[in-house]
T-cell receptor, first 110, second 114 residues
Framework: KNEVEQSPQNLTAQEGEFITINCSYS?????LHWLQQHPGGGIVSLFM???GKKKHGRLIATINIQEKHSSLHITASHPRDSAVYIC????????????FGAGTRLTVKP | EAQVTQNPRYLITVTGKKLTVTCSQN?????MSWYRQDPGLGLRQIYY???????DKGDVPEGYKVSRKEKRNFPLILESPSPNQTSLYFC?????????????FGPGTRLLVL
């Protein structure tokens, strides 16, 4: 079983819909990252979380350390949000390796 | 412009022919890392480096070597490539250790080993 599980694997939405992508992990972590991989392959870091909630524009990321769960929300989704969203964790103790979820492929239709 | 560059972007080679994929960052970041991405397996860490002359193995280091002689460069070396190393490779860097700050990713290198 992967240490980092994402759901759903694939998600299709209509423009304007509210999107939620989930990430669960089985190890103790010091930080969790959400990444976006564009259709062309490039990867961009969206958020780094160690507790609580962060918001950038239409994107919101939350984390519940006790439940070992994080969510990425996209409000008012747009076709340009179509991408693969990847959850990654840095484990405890303070090592420096990173573990990744398999990714969620989001398609937003106009 | 702050960036991570990788070269080459695309490479086709044959089994056993040594190759090097270069990675360079211009942000004075301490941490650099190599990942490979395969369908169904996602991203997996190969090696990482906390600073010059400090490197450590990630999840899948077999068949790869790295060096960190200068802060800005972190080349990935395949001494004797095999077909199971066909993959999409990403280099990334961040200030401080992994997870402490956001990582900046290179554009990727698509490698095919015949």
């Amino acid at each position: 079983k992967n240490e980092v599980e994402q759901s759903p694997q694939n998600l299709t939405a209509q423009e304007g819909e509210f999107i939620t992508i989930n990430c669960s992990y089985s190890v103790g972590i010091s930080a969790l990252h959400w990444l976006q991989q564009h259709p062309g392959g490039g990867i961009v870091s969206l958020f780094m979380l160690s507790s609580g909630k962060k918001k950038h524009g239409r994107l919101i990321a939350t984390i519940n350390i006790q439940e070992k769960h994080s969510s990425l929300h996209i409000t008012a989704s747009h076709p340009r949000d179509s991408a693969v969203y990847i959850c990654a964790v840095r484990g405890r103790p303070a090592n420096n390796d990173m573990r990744f979820g398999a990714g969620t492929r989001l398609t937003v239709k106009p | 412009e702050a960036q991570v560059t990788q070269n080459p972007r695309y490479l086709i080679t044959v089994t056993g022919k040594k190759l090097t994929v270069t990675c360079s960052q211009n942000m004075n970041h301490e941490y650099m890392s190599w990942y490979r991405q395969d369908p169904g397996l996602g991203l997996r860490q190969i090696y990482y480096s906390m600073n010059v002359e400090v490197t450590d193995k990630g999840d899948v280091p077999e068949g790869y070597k790295v060096s960190r002689k200068e802060k800005r460069n972190f080349p990935l070396i395949l001494e004797s490539p095999s077909p199971n190393q066909t993959s999409l490779y990403f280099c990334a860097s961040s200030p401080g250790g992994a997870g402490r700050r956001a990582q900046y990713f290179g554009p990727g290198t698509r490698l095919l080993v015949l």
